[in-house]
Nanobody
Framework: QVQLVESGGGLVQPGGSLRLSCVAS????????IGWFRQAPGKEREGISC????????YYEHSVKGRFTISRDNAKNTAYLQMNGLNADDTATYFC?????????????WGHGTQVTVSS
């Protein structure tokens, strides 16, 4: 059974940091790219970062570049999203997803999400 489980969300003050984790099971983690997506209330889901399988190439959406860092530990079947310099616009539910390619339009597997709230 394929599972992606996110954790690490919570309430943080503006300027603060959080590290999200995505633990995968039920598929060959090494063969899949891992993407992070977010959806704020009333807005469409957006892709914010991805790390490919193989060479571990990373990609970032413009609004998070320089503040967020994606990484993966294949030995632990886990991907991470380090988020620094958080602001109110980062408030959203964050999802991880897996697909053979970061360029895929529709990722194969999805987690249920973890809530991030940035507020003073």
């Amino acid at each position: 059974q394929v599972q992606l489980v996110e954790s690490g969300g919570g309430l943080v003050q503006p300027g603060g940091s959080l590290r999200l984790s995505c633990v995968a099971s039920g598929f060959t983690f090494d063969d899949y790219a891992i993407g992070w997506f977010r959806q704020a209330p009333g807005k469409e889901r957006e892709g914010i970062s991805c790390i490919s399988s193989g060479d571990g190439a990373t990609y970032y959406e413009h609004s998070v570049k320089g503040r967020f860092t994606i990484s993966r530990d294949n030995a632990k079947n886990t991907a991470y999203l380090q988020m620094n310099g958080l602001n109110a616009d980062d408030t959203a539910t964050y999802f991880c997803a897996a697909d053979p390619s970061c360029s895929s339009r529709y990722f194969d597997y999805w987690g249920h999400g973890t809530q991030v709230t940035v507020s003073s």
